[in-house]
T-cell receptor
Framework: DSGVTQTPKHLITATGQRVTLRCSPRSGDLSVYWYQQSLDQGLQFLIQYYNGEERAKGNILERFSAQQFPDLHSELNLSSLELGDSALYFC????????????FGPGTRLTVL | QQQVKQSPQSLIVQKGGISIINCAYENTAFDYFPWYQQFPGKGPALLIAIRPDVSEKKEGRFTISFNKSAKQFSLHIMDSQPGDSATYFCAAQKNTGFQKLVFGTGTRLLVSP
């Protein structure tokens, strides 16, 4: 158990809908990262927050947004969902904002029908 | 330049054999190279990591070999066990400010009994 929690574990929804994925980092970790894992594209970095502020952005679609709250938990919002958004979404956390071990949560499996 | 190329895509090794997974990068600014192990239904977990000031790092049965001039690094799993069957991801990161981890595409390892 990495200490990172993610909810929900599974999510099934329809195209065009909006969902929110939640992540609680390990105690003491200030950085939260979001990744998308699909069969054909591996692990793709989406976005990083450090102590409430956006710090790095990857290949995140404009339909996706995230935030980190004062208690350091983070939410990833996915809107206008498309079939291609079906994937595993992982949250990771780390103590610092730069180099170092990232601890991954168990992931949320999103299925868009 | 941000890519990390990983091979092979899948690997079958007999119990007791040596598993070798290779990665190559282009960006010479990368200076932190971790390997992550992912079991089905779980998030990736850090296995071992290396910085380019050393050519080899060993932790138990797992060894990273690093060739800075060739911009290549590899993971060797000695005495491979069925419990090592998992997907392995190499990654690279620049150690300046807020830098994302760039992951390879993953290698699915199956160790046959």
């Amino acid at each position: 158990d990495s200490g990172v929690t993610q909810t929900p574990k599974h999510l099934i929804t329809a195209t065009g809908q909006r969902v929110t994925l939640r992540c609680s980092p390990r105690s003491g970790d200030l950085s939260v990262y979001w990744y998308q894992q699909s069969l054909d594209q591996g692990l793709q970095f989406l976005i990083q927050y450090y102590n409430g502020e956006e710090r790095a952005k990857g290949n995140i679609l404009e339909r996706f947004s995230a935030q980190q709250f004062p208690d350091l938990h983070s939410e990833l919002n996915l809107s206008s969902l498309e079939l291609g958004d079906s994937a595993l979404y992982f949250c990771a956390s780390s103590v610092s904002a730069g180099e170092g071990e990232q601890f991954f949560g168990p992931g949320t499996r999103l299925t868009v029908l | 330049q941000q890519q990390v190329k990983q091979s092979p895509q899948s690997l079958i090794v007999q119990k007791g054999g040596i598993s070798i997974i290779n990665c190559a990068y282009e960006n010479t600014a990368f200076d932190y190279f971790p390997w992550y192990q992912q079991f089905p239904g779980k998030g990736p977990a850090l296995l071992i990591a290396i910085r380019p000031d050393v050519s080899e790092k060993k932790e138990g049965r797992f060894t990273i070999s690093f060739n800075k001039s060739a911009k290549q690094f590899s993971l060797h799993i000695m005495d491979s066990q069925p419990g090592d069957s998992a997907t392995y991801f190499c990654a690279a990161q620049k150690n300046t400010g807020f830098q994302k981890l760039v992951f390879g595409t993953g290698t699915r390892l199956l160790v046959s009994p």
